[in-house]
């Protein structure tokens, strides 16, 4: 930018006051210049043998859980839950746990960079060269002149970035940032969304009160692994099991997850059927509670519902008889069970399940999310079909400039998409990337940001509690290498006006300040901002959930149909699930590369899994390699003799496969969204799970690491001699 934007410009831009302005005046923690030194040379306030413990928020996923990182002598050196933190209270995940190898690993982008490309040196060929941090203001800020190509693509965490680049391209008269990541894809965030806004009247992410219910009908919702906030879920779910009637936890999806495993029944239905059993059980209910059913499930023929699913009229009938002896029963959509082409309407069937349960707005039911401490409004991630729309705005040469941050499309994205083609045709690609992903690797320039433990920021907190929260993060170490904050790198090449990242945050939280009710209060922005750094966040403590409408809802037709399947590859259902070790980011880190998978034990590798009866009929054993093939791609894979998943499917984990991103990462593996292709539900999502595979035999083996053994399994080691 060419002028300076004033304070007061920006400041109307983003919707604060003249007064918010005057507050700052003077405000800077004496955090912001601490030196976090090693041992050689130790700040006064450190010493030998002590340990110094920092509030901050994990940066491995969105869900806003808190961390408690120790620190000794400028080093971090172990990750603990924050027990204040109401997402997490104390606990972590595993890749919670092992966010440490990020900050250390060997591999990280270390300075800023430039690809220098040419005739002599085509795409495809790396030439990278360092340069200095103002160049790479300027490179920015020379982008920023001609908003109308700019497109910024976000990941889903940190908010505070995504909120800086909202009002940024707003005053410029860009377009608005996308946000994108994987794990909401899995989720079917946008469907859910959508199905709210229908059903409710609210788009909205909801809160399923899983902590109060004595019954839990899940369809595919993996809770205890991946699903939305796992941590939060797991917590709820334990709550669930040790109240003095011990709730009871019902599965149903075609393989048999750790969610399923820990569940009092596990029916394996047909992939795409969740919807039309959703429906059936809301007639059985319905007719035997109230003697009619009402219009959305009358129109359901509970015999062609089981046999879609491929289940038993008696199981559903059991099913209904424990709705009816239930106080608080509630039904789970998850992420699988809206990928399909009818998803959105599985989703409304879902709901409308629940709404007829009249578990709504009740302890042990559905509740809409409370509002940010901040106020806004729901932000959901970009869909697939949007994300398409992306990539047709590439090829067409209307992006000049695209800026990425926290996200990985070349990986993260379906092949058949056309993600990575599209990007060699925008004339200046920025990659904010702290590693060497794909993605970073394939554009122009590199402005690597800090790594999570070293940055401040906050993330809204959107699942996980009924509480109104905002999460907070500061670094507990000094940066390691050259790297910068993002926000730091706007704000000097867009002329904001903000000194820095820290003023800009206590610009955006001042407005706590005010706000009663809170896990804690202070008279001044100063001393506000201590606690926040202290506590790790702010939050209310009293429960902010909204209660949904229901007028009208259960008189609402509901559209079922199974989803259209590829008619020539028709041989297995591919059922594809975020790993719950390595998610879409996690296979960098050794840690979680040797953390064994918790229904298979294999390790470093990717595998698929087959029945044993399926393997037996095609020839296969453990360890074979074979070919799997959609309409879209194929990939070469070890098999994995699996008995707890559907004779007519195959599953293989999302998290391995990467091309770049470090050497614990690269070259093993595959990705399996390498076969999804470009087809969508009613919502714009993804619907992966109406892909249909062959498998094809390749007379190759690779052994799988895996922690079991397999004496005996199968009569594997048994042969006679």
């Known amino acids: 930018m060419t002028e300076k934007l004033s304070r007061r410009d920006f400041l109307k831009v983003v919707g604060a006051g003249a007064a918010t302005a005057a507050v700052l005046t003077g405000c800077g923690p004496a955090s912001r210049y601490v030196t976090r030194e090693p041992y050689t040379k130790m700040p006064e306030y450190n010493y030998n043998g002590q340990s110094t413990y920092f509030a901050t928020t994990c940066r491995e996923c969105a869900a806003g859980c808190g961390l408690v990182v120790r620190t000794m002598q400028g080093r971090a050196i172990k990750t603990e839950g924050n027990p204040y933190n109401p997402v997490n209270l104390g606990k972590?995940?595993?890749?919670?746990?092992?966010?440490?190898?990020?900050?250390?690993?060997?591999?990280?982008?270390?300075?800023?960079?430039?690809?220098?490309?040419?005739?002599?040196?085509?795409?495809?060929?790396?030439?990278?060269?360092?340069?200095?941090?103002?160049a790479a203001i300027g490179v920015v800020a020379e982008a920023l002149k001609a908003p109308a190509g700019v497109q910024f693509l976000l990941g889903l965490a940190p908010d505070h970035l995504f909120d800086l680049v909202s009002d940024l391209c707003k005053s410029l008269g860009a377009p608005a940032p996308i946000r994108y990541g994987a794990l909401s894809m899995f989720e079917a965030r946008v469907t859910l969304g959508e199905a709210a806004r229908a059903v409710f009247g609210r788009p909205d992410t909801l809160f399923f009160d899983l902590a109060n219910a004595d019954l839990v009908i899940s369809f595919g919702a993996n809770f205890l692994e991946t699903w939305i906030s796992p941590v939060a879920f797991t917590r709820g779910y334990a709550r669930m099991r040790k109240q003095r009637a011990r709730g009871i936890l019902i599965q149903l999806e075609p393989r048999l997850s750790q969610t399923a495993a820990k569940a009092d029944l596990w029916y394996p239905i047909k992939p795409g059927s969740e919807g039309l059993v959703a429906a059936a059980l809301g007639k059985l209910y319905a007719e035997e509670?109230?003697?009619?059913?009402?219009?959305?499930?009358?129109?359901?023929?509970?015999?062609?519902?089981?046999?879609?699913?491929?289940?038993?009229?008696?199981?559903?009938?059991?099913?209904?008889?424990?709705?009816?002896?239930?106080?608080?029963?509630?039904?789970?959509?998850?992420?699988?069970?809206?990928?399909?082409?009818?998803?959105?309407?599985?989703?409304?069937?879902?709901?409308?399940?629940?709404?007829?349960?009249?578990?709504?707005?009740?302890?042990?039911?559905?509740?809409?999310?409370?509002?940010?401490?901040?106020?806004?409004?729901?932000?959901?991630?970009?869909?697939?079909?949007?994300?398409?729309?992306?990539?047709?705005?590439?090829?067409?040469?209307?992006?000049?400039?695209?800026?990425?941050?926290?996200?990985?499309?070349?990986?993260?994205?379906?092949?058949?998409?056309?993600?990575?083609?599209?990007?060699?045709?925008?004339?200046?690609?920025?990659?904010?990337?702290?590693?060497?992903?794909?993605?970073?690797?394939?554009?122009?320039?590199?402005?690597?940001?800090?790594?999570?433990?070293?940055?401040?920021?906050?993330?809204?907190?959107?699942?996980?509690?009924?509480?109104?929260?905002?999460?907070?993060?500061?670094?507990?170490?000094a940066p390691f290498y050259n790297t910068k904050s993002t926000v730091d790198v706007l704000l000097a090449a867009a002329n904001l006006p903000f000194k820095d990242e820290v003023e800009y945050l206590?610009?955006?939280?001042?407005?706590?300040?005010?706000?009663?009710?809170?896990?804690?209060?202070?008279?001044?922005?100063?001393?506000?901002?201590?606690?926040?750094?202290?506590?790790?966040?702010?939050?209310?403590?009293?429960?902010?959930?909204?209660?949904?409408?229901?007028?009208?809802?259960?008189e609402k037709k509901l559209n079922l149909k199974t989803g259209e399947k590829s008619a020539s590859y028709d041989e297995f259902d591919l059922l594809v699930y975020p790993s719950p070790i390595l998610a879409?980011?996690?296979?960098?880190?050794?840690?979680?590369?040797?953390?064994?998978?918790?229904?298979?034990?294999?390790?470093?590798?990717?595998?698929?899994?087959?029945?044993?009866k399926t393997a037996k009929k095609l020839g296969l054993h453990n360890d074979d390699v074979v070919r799997v093939v959609s309409p879209y791609g194929a990939v070469e894979v070890s098999v994995y003799e699996y008995p707890a998943i559907r004779p007519d499917a195959v599953a293989i984990p999302f998290g391995q496969g990467h091309t770049a991103y470090g050497r614990y990462a690269q070259q093993r593996g595959v990705n399996p969204a390498d076969l999804f292709g470009p087809r969508f539900n009613a919502a714009g999502d993804l619907a992966f799970a109406d892909v249909k595979v062959r498998i094809e035999k390749t007379g190759k083996k690779r052994e799988l690491s895996r922690l079991e053994s397999k004496l005996g399994v199968y009569g594997e080691g048994m042969e006679e001699h």
């Not at 982008?109 to 002599?120: D, Q, Y």
């Not at 300040?513 to 790790?536: K, N």
């Open 289 to 477: 509670k109230l003697g009619v059913a009402p219009v959305a499930f009358e129109g359901v023929d509970v015999t062609a519902a089981a046999e879609a699913a491929g289940l038993e009229v008696e199981a559903l009938e059991k099913l209904t008889a424990l709705l009816l002896d239930a106080d608080r029963p509630l039904v789970l959509p998850g992420g699988a069970a809206l990928a399909h082409e009818n998803g959105l309407e599985t989703a409304k069937a879902i709901l409308a399940l629940n709404v007829l349960l009249g578990n709504p707005g009740k302890p042990g039911g559905v509740y809409h999310t409370p509002v940010s401490p901040l106020g806004e409004e729901y932000r959901r991630p970009a869909s697939l079909k949007e994300m398409a729309d992306l990539v047709e705005r590439m090829n067409a040469g209307q992006i000049k400039t695209l800026l990425v941050h926290g996200v990985n499309p070349v990986f993260e994205l379906p092949k058949a998409l056309g993600f990575e083609a599209a990007l060699a045709k925008v004339p200046t690609v920025i990659s904010f990337a702290t590693f060497p992903d794909e993605t970073a690797m394939a554009a122009h320039y590199i402005f690597p940001d800090h790594h999570g433990l070293e940055s401040w920021g906050y993330q809204r907190v959107t699942d996980g509690t009924g509480q109104s929260m905002l999460s907070g993060a500061q670094p507990v170490v």
């Open 506 to 554: 206590q610009n955006q939280v001042a407005a706590l300040v005010e706000q009663s009710g809170g896990f804690y209060s202070a008279p001044d922005l100063p001393s506000f901002w201590a606690l926040f750094q202290q506590f790790g966040g702010w939050w209310k403590n009293d429960p902010g959930l909204g209660v949904p409408g229901v007028a009208g809802v259960l």
């Open 92 to 134: 972590t995940c595993a890749r919670g746990q092992a966010t440490l190898q990020g900050l250390y690993n060997p591999d990280r982008v270390k300075n800023p960079l430039r690809n220098s490309r040419g005739e002599s040196n085509p795409a495809g060929e790396r030439d990278w060269t360092e340069m200095s941090w103002d």
């Open 584 to 612: 879409e980011a996690g296979a960098n880190k050794p840690w979680l590369q040797e953390t064994p998978d918790p229904m298979t034990t294999v390790m470093w590798n990717s595998w698929i899994e087959i029945n044993p």
